[in-house]
């Protein structure tokens, strides 16, 4: 994994956030780190005597954030709200923003209490492709723990005050000196540091003990596969007419999609869940397989099975859009579909870099991503829901 740190293109960062918007920008460059709005960072600095948390407002990339994308909130009330036994995510995010010294900043990450609660000066957060394809394999957990020896490892929990919560738990006698890191299995990974530069370097030189495991035990080749024919056109239209509105396609064909809609056993293959939690909003846990011609018939399948998994795990919550994102087609490859370019391009960015997981995982035994009713947890978050009702 590369290191982008350049010591020249740091020289104009005067305060502490300016090295904070460069070095989120590095991660965000490398998108086997992160995709589209992944990952978060923040910085501990201090103003008129109040300890503040700056950390990455909600809607902004680590790619392109800058200072402004940055909410300033006060540490003390964010380790308040940690101590708390119970609290919904909707109210988490109203403290957070009562806790905003800067009403007009953007809406604080849903991890900002996580951060907090890390006694160091800078913390980065990535969803880096190698650790969570090490721990979505059969038996991540036990790679993950021989490989990071040194890290606090957390099982999968429901991103948001849970797990905040969880790790104020897990870290009240931590020696924090002795912490090289925090993996969230079948999530991502935290690295920190008092400095900017150190904690980068960790987030690289962990990635890449991940990709080196990787390279020597599930190594990856392609062959050249040439695609079979298939009528888009004719799907384009029947996912159109199912979502209500029109929608923007996007072939593909790379090789890796090649390679992963050849597998001889696609409806099991190819349907194994997100890669990192927060996928689902745009992937939903699974798409739709073709592995014949019969198009009406699976996609009605689909739409059953979706309003079983729906009606399994929902309480009082709208249920989404039952019609697929995505289509993997036998020998084919893969088609997307967003309501917009931006969108479609979003989406088929996460099923290319959960593709590469699933094949290299199950070259380490097997690939397993969090239960469905982890995933109905996140597809259908309070907080995702609210912007519904
Ligand atoms: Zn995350």
Redesign the pocket.
Known sequence: MQNLWNDNDVAHCKTDLDLRVYSSNLLGQSDELVLHG???TSVKSTLNGEEILYVKGSGWDLVSIKAEGFSPVKMSALLEMAKLENLSDSNMVSGQKEAMIDSSAPTPSV?AILHALIPFKVVD?T?ADAVVTISNSLHGAEYITELYPNFLIVPYIM?GFVLAHKIYEMTRDLDWDGCEGIILLN??IFTFDNDAKKSYDKMIDAVSIAEKFLNENAPISFDEIEPTGFDVGKLKQVIQEAKGHSVVMKINQTQLALKYASNPNLEEFATRGVL?P?HIIRTKHQPLIIDDNNLDEVLIEYIEGYQEYFEAFSSNEIMLNPIPNYVVIQDFGVVVFGKNEKETNIINDIVEHTMLAVIRADKLGGYESISMADSFAMEYWELEQAKLK
Do not use: D, I, K, L
Request: charged share 20%.
């Open positions: 992944g990952g978060n991890e957060h969803h991103p999530h991502g990192t927060e």
